[in-house]
């Protein structure tokens, strides 16, 4: 996985593009940069041009509140997890460092990789990366093998071992199927922000910011030019949509 | 012209025993020997329902790909907008019993139903009016 050169790929996938994008007179771009921020008309697929992402600044987590995960836990109606291997969408992570004993809180869920290693391994093609760069499980492929849950350095998947009873929300869900975070796809289709994101906003913390990556307008786009943040485990080069501030 | 008269009197005698059945709130589809179902809101579906039911489900697989590897929102062809015409008024949901619309079609027809192994059989509107926390200690 490490010894994929990126940049080349980058450049063989996406050369054409650039030098057609050149080609047109000054001033005018073939690509045309969309703002996400709208609900997508209805009968139109995502688009390549948005890129979806978040910046997490843990300086604003706040240590023991778990709004972010309890919203989650509502919007997509999964249970209070019980045991390790229940499942667990997002996740809220205290890390500490053991020399300083500063302490850093962080929700963790799917990081939304550029180049996802569950997508990689995944050998029905249930596992997949829609084009606005939103990492998914499509369960009616998804035969529950559970190799992406191996494959992902972040340890965000989880597989539904019992059957889910009584379930009422947008985001289906069923036993011997691989779920994880979707930035609540249905609900940023229409225009909205993630369920976490809210909730998060709405206790007042505003540690999550979600929006398009690739929209020079967005606020997660001059944010993450003007403040430091870092990728989790940047070395494995798999350029995840989430940042975090403050790690 | 005996013929003809013949034909409208079993028409007549074919509406009035949809009427009998509509009484208790089922509707014989497909003839008078087919299942009697609860079809909910009803109305005019979005395709004309002699080819609704033979071809919906070829329907709803084509849109499920589109909706969950593009991202295509809004079409016609939506499972949840079946549901939400067909969901029976008693129990808000479209299995529960062999009246229910999807249900009872499916025994009728002994074929096996996926699709609410994962997708809620109940309408957005009750869903959204239920809170999902309340039901949340029980699981």
């Known amino acids: ?247 | 012209m005996k013929a003809l008269a013949s034909i409208l009197l079993s028409l007549l005698l074919l509406t009035a025993s949809g009427w009998a059945a509509a009484a208790d709130g089922l509707v014989a589809v497909a003839g008078p020997m087919g299942p009697k179902l609860d079809i909910g809101k009803g109305g005019h579906c979005v395709r004309d329902p002699k080819f609704m039911r033979s071809n919906h489900y070829k329907l709803i697989l084509h849109q499920r790909v589109e909706t969950v590897r593009q991202g295509i929102r809004g079409s016609k062809y939506e499972l949840t907008n079946c549901i939400d015409c067909h969901a029976s008024k008693v129990n808000h949901s479209v299995l529960g019993t062999n009246q229910n619309f999807c249900q009872g079609c499916h025994v009728y027809a002994a074929v096996k139903i996926d699709c609410f192994e994962c997708h809620s059989s109940k309408p957005r509107e009750f869903m959204k009016a239920t809170d999902h926390l309340a039901t949340e200690d029980a699981k």
Request: aromatic content about 4%; glycine content about 8%; overall charge negative.
């Open chain 1, 1 to 247: 996985m490490s010894d994929v050169n990126e940049d080349r790929r980058q450049f063989l996938t996406r050369g054409p593009a650039l030098a057609a994008g050149i080609a047109i007179a000054p001033g005018m771009l073939l690509i045309d940069l969309a703002h996400g921020a709208e609900a997508r008309p209805a009968g139109e697929p995502a688009s390549s041009k948005v890129r979806w992402g978040m910046l997490i600044d843990t300086t604003k987590c706040e240590s023991g509140c778990d709004d972010c995960v309890t919203a989650c836990r509502k919007e997509n109606d999964w249970p209070v997890p019980k045991s390790a291997t229940d499942v667990q969408w997002i996740r809220k992570v205290e890390l500490k460092q053991e020399s300083t004993g500063r302490q850093v809180n962080l929700p963790m869920m799917c990081q939304h990789c550029e180049s996802p290693p569950c997508v990689d391994v995944c050998p029905t093609a249930a596992s997949f990366k829609r084009a606005d760069g939103i990492v998914l499980v499509d369960k009616h492929r998804c035969i529950g093998c559970r190799y992406c849950m191996m494959a992902c350095p972040y340890k965000a998947r989880s597989f539904v071992h019992e059957p889910v009873i009584d379930h009422e929300s947008e985001m289906p869900r069923g036993q011997g199927t691989v779920e994880s975070c979707t930035f609540c796809v249905n609900r940023v289709d229409r225009g909205e922000q993630p369920a976490c994101v809210e909730a998060c906003a709405k206790e007042g913390h505003k540690a999550l910011l979600f929006g398009d990556l690739n929209d020079p307008n967005s606020e997660i786009y001059q944010r993450i030019r003007s403040v430091t943040s870092v990728h989790l485990r940047a070395d494995l080069g798999l350029n995840p949509g989430i940042s975090f501030v403050g790690v």
